[in-house]
Nanobody
Framework: QVQLVESGGGSVQSGGSLRLSCVAS????????MAWFRQAPGKEREGVAA???????DYADSVKGRFTISQDNAKNTLYLQMKSLKPEDTAMYYC?????????????????????WGQGTQVTVSS
């Protein structure tokens, strides 16, 4: 059974940094795309960053230059390094794992199928 567990969220002031982690079990990172999504109250879930099986990464325009997605296959861990945080970044952040039979999602320039989701970690950025 695939499980994804996020951590690293918290409250920071504008301009601060956080690094989110997502540890996966029962899943092989190298074979599939992985991504970070976020959702604020009253808004749709938004793709933030994605990394494909070949290592290529794509980012939403709103976070380009500030966020970096990476993964450690040996540790089955996905990361999202967030810098220069803004109040607009406040949201619940979720990691997602790809699967050939998952639903289609678009994260910036990457189109992939995702079937597994974590429970989320809250990021709050104050002015």
């Amino acid at each position: 059974q695939v499980q994804l567990v996020e951590s690293g969220g918290g409250s920071v002031q504008s301009g601060g940094s956080l690094r989110l982690s997502c540890v996966a079990s029962g899943y092989t990172f190298s074979r599939n795309a992985m991504a970070w999504f976020r959702q604020a109250p009253g808004k749709e879930r938004e793709g933030v960053a994605a990394i494909d099986s070949d290592g290529s990464a794509d980012y939403a325009d709103s976070v380009k230059g500030r966020f970096t997605i990476s993964q450690d296959n040996a540790k089955n861990t996905l990361y999202l390094q967030m810098k220069s945080l803004k109040p607009e970044d406040t949201a619940m952040y979720y990691c997602a794992a790809g699967h050939p039979w998952g639903a289609w999602y678009r994260v910036a320039g990457l189109l992939a199928r995702f079937a597994y989701w974590g429970q989320g970690t809250q990021v709050t950025v104050s002015s």
